[in-house]
């Protein structure tokens, strides 16, 4: 998967406590995606950054998701209070540049079980 | 938005049947990709598409897309237990911005 790295690889959280996913993109990418898998179904947009910019976060919850890119440190996507229905793969992606074009490289997930 | 999608939803083949995974767009498409998740795990890249009438294949598996940038079929020759997965079709295209949307999936069995 040419690199993208994410931790935890498996998470379980009890319900109310904060989850915290990191991504660390392919060395020279700039542009990093998260995306939601939930059981049974496909892979959600939820949010995309570039370093210190969140560029489109139309995927987002309203409540309780965050996500960030640092200058320096890998991608956090936050998500606090969490219920059960936040059970779900969480993928994260990263590209060069944008997505037209550039092929997006994926990292092998983190699972999130709310207990 | 952009709206891919694939089918058939599931396949069952057995070893050594060739098989096609097709997945349509709503709009034009800039870029079609494919990725294949094995259960429980992360997506790997396959192939990415942007020509018109571009084919491109990777050992036993072709990709192609067709003249009108708006449906993608993913071909199996000869298929063994290892290519059994989730095959994800995965497109953008300047009108969604920077979104990088996903087909439905097509799980695939291969029964040895």
């Known amino acids: 998967n040419a690199g993208v790295m994410q931790n935890p690889r498996h998470l379980v959280r009890r319900r109310g406590q904060e989850a915290r996913l990191r991504c660390s993109p392919v060395?020279?990418?700039?542009?990093v995606y998260w995306y939601r898998q939930l059981p049974e179904e496909g892979l959600k947009f939820m949010v995309y950054l570039q370093k210190e910019n969140i560029i489109d976060e139309s995927g987002m919850p309203k409540e309780r998701f965050s996500a960030e890119f640092p200058k320096e440190g890998p991608s956090i996507l936050r998500i606090q209070q969490v219920v059960r229905g936040d059970s779900a793969a969480y993928f994260c992606a990263s590209s060069r540049g944008t997505a037209s074009g550039n092929t997006i490289y994926f990292g092998e997930g983190s699972w999130l079980t709310v207990v | 938005s952009q709206e891919l999608e694939q089918s058939p939803q599931s396949l069952i083949v057995q070893e050594g049947k060739n098989l096609t995974i097709n997945c349509t767009s709503s709009k034009t498409l800039y870029g079609l990709y494919w990725y294949k998740q094995k259960y429980g795990e992360g997506l790997i890249f396959l192939m990415m598409l942007q020509k018109g009438g571009e084919e491109k294949s990777h050992e036993k598996i072709t990709a192609k897309l067709d003249e009108k940038k708006q449906q993608s079929s993913l071909h199996i020759t000869a298929s063994q237990p290892s290519h059994a997965g989730i095959y994800l079709c995965?497109?953008?295209?300047?009108?969604?911005?920077?979104?990088?949307?996903f087909g439905t999936g097509t799980s695939l069995t291969v029964i040895p």
């Open positions: 060395k020279g990418h700039s542009h």
């Open positions: 995965g497109a953008d295209s300047p009108l969604t911005g920077n979104q990088f949307y």
